[in-house]
């Protein structure tokens, strides 16, 4: 038991490290990279405030994604809302005394469990079954959906099938806070719910799942379409125009 206890203690510290750093280190990434184009994805909007809501519709909506695919647009948003119930859901695992809005989405969470795995079976279906999408589907594609269907199962299968001592679980999550982690329950499935976490957290930085925080900063929808009004210009393209005339105005030249 204690061996459990501390060997899941270091691999969430370390998961948690790497998700963090990991992130950190991409969206520096993805500040730094210059946008040199104007290249919003048309119909768009002429001003930040459009964008905004631009951008808003999308997060929550997927409107894009609506106007490619339908079964495709389907399957991810009830994927994405049910993962988004099951986060919170979870956060009572973390905080103490645990909020009033979090405890009222309990029994949404659980729904949003079955919505999410249904969500990802037919994304997976669709990686089979579409001609074109099977040809492009890697096999980090269909590991991560693996991944994320086994970490979905296995938490539905300990509310409704094996149950677990969650009270114990929430004390050994607290306790990590305080580093000092409080005896974990050794059920064989919790722990394979647990170690999946895990290792979705040490990948999520370097996956494909990476397009949340990626979506904010695509120029084809976080620019204004105003090419016409002000001329766009990338940093460095800003530099090397200031640098010009004084290039020119050198007798040397």
Do not use: C
Request: without cysteine; hydrophobic residues 55%; proline residues 8%.
């Amino acid at each position: 038991m204690a061996f459990l206890t501390h060997f899941y203690a270091v691999l969430f510290y370390v998961a948690a490290f790497v998700l963090v750093s990991g992130l950190v280190v991409k969206v520096v990434r993805y500040v730094r990279t210059p946008a040199p184009l104007k290249i919003p994805t048309t119909p768009a909007p002429t001003s930040r405030s459009g964008v905004a809501l631009r951008m808003t519709r999308e997060v929550v909506l997927f409107e894009s994604l609506f106007r490619g695919n339908k079964w495709t647009w389907i399957f991810g948003w009830i994927f994405h809302f049910g993962l988004f119930l099951v986060t919170l859901r979870h956060l009572r695992y973390f905080i103490e005394p645990v909020w009033a809005p979090i405890a009222l989405v309990q029994p949404f969470g659980i729904y949003g469990g079955i919505a999410m795995v249904i969500g990802l079976i037919g994304l997976w279906a669709r990686r089979f079954l579409v001609d074109r999408v099977r040809y492009i589907s890697s096999t980090s594609d269909h590991l991560m959906l693996a991944l994320l269907v086994l970490i979905g199962t296995s938490g539905l299968l300990m509310k409704f099938v094996f149950h677990t001592d969650v009270v114990a679980i929430k004390s050994f999550f607290l306790g990590l806070y305080a580093l000092d982690p409080q005896p974990l329950p050794a059920d064989p499935l919790l722990l394979l719910h647990l170690l999946l976490v895990a290792l979705l957290m040490i990948v999520f930085p370097y996956s494909k799942l990476l397009h949340a925080p990626g979506l904010f900063f695509s120029p084809t929808r976080n620019q204004v379409d105003d090419p016409r009004e002000r001329r766009h210009l990338a940093p460095w393209a800003r530099e090397l125009e200031q640098q010009a005339p004084a290039a020119s105005s050198d007798p040397r030249g």
